[in-house]
Antibody
Framework: EVQLVESGGGLVQPGGSLRLSCAASGFTFNNYWMHWVRQAPGKGLVWVSHINRDGSGANYADSVKGRFTISRDNAKNTLYLQMISLRAEDTAVYYC???????????WGQGALVTVAS | QSALTQPASVSGSPGQSITISCTGTSSDVGGYNFVSWYQQHPGKAPKLMIYEVSSRPSGVPDRFSGSKSGNTASLTISGLQAEDEADYYCNSYTSGTPYVFGTGTKVTVL
């Protein structure tokens, strides 16, 4: 069974940093691109970032470029999202998502809540 | 990249059919057959319901169906059931930002 379990969320002050982790199991992790998608309270889904299978390539939404860094450790089957210079508008549930070769976001984690407030 | 346009809400009685539209551009919905639909119940993660415009993952009831015409994709729920009450989001691969989501549609079962 495919499982994606996020951790590392919490309350952080504006300007602070946080690192999210996503532990993957039930599939061959290094065969898949992985994504982060976020959802602000009461709002819709927004794509944040993705990383290729071996971690050599990544892309980011303009709103997080230069502040967020996606990475992965295929030996540990874990995806990461390092977030710095956090702003109130980064407050959201962050989902770790697996993507197939045909660009389908097929499995989602349960989400990690990040709250940026003083 | 702008979000894809969906109606804010759609409602129907049990047993009825409803259709949710998802309008984009030739750079996303109209340019690729990589349109997906997700169901999200309150406090839960999104669940894949339709992929590649009209394919259903294993376990999704066949009363959920998808289609596309030009720059607009559609999700139809036939034989609406109480458990179908949820938010629905479309998603498309794009030539710009790799993925764009729809604005979301709240489905209410009357």
């Amino acid at each position: 069974e495919v499982q994606l379990v996020e951790s590392g969320g919490g309350l952080v002050q504006p300007g602070g940093s946080l690192r999210l982790s996503c532990a993957a199991s039930g599939f061959t992790f290094n065969n898949y691109w992985m994504h982060w998608v976020r959802q602000a309270p009461g709002k819709g889904l927004v794509w944040v970032s993705h990383i290729n299978r071996d971690g050599s390539g990544a892309n980011y939404a303009d709103s997080v470029k230069g502040r967020f860094t996606i990475s992965r450790d295929n030996a540990k089957n874990t995806l990461y999202l390092q977030m710095i210079s956090l702003r109130a508008e980064d407050t959201a549930v962050y989902y770790c998502v697996r993507v197939t070769v045909t660009r389908v976001l097929d499995y989602w984690g349960q989400g990690a809540l990040v709250t940026v407030a003083s | 990249q702008s979000a894809l346009t969906q109606p804010a809400s759609v409602s129907g009685s049990p047993g009825q059919s409803i259709t949710i539209s998802c309008t984009g551009t030739s750079s996303d919905v109209g340019g690729y057959n990589f349109v997906s639909w997700y169901q999200q119940h309150p406090g839960k993660a999104p669940k894949l319901m339709i992929y590649e415009v009209s394919s259903r993952p294993s376990g999704v009831p066949d009363r959920f169906s998808g289609s596309k015409s030009g720059n607009t994709a559609s999700l139809t729920i036939s034989g609406l059931q109480a458990e179908d009450e949820a938010d629905y989001y479309c998603n498309s691969y794009t030539s710009g930002t790799p993925y764009v989501f729809g604005t979301g549609t709240k489905v209410t079962v009357l």
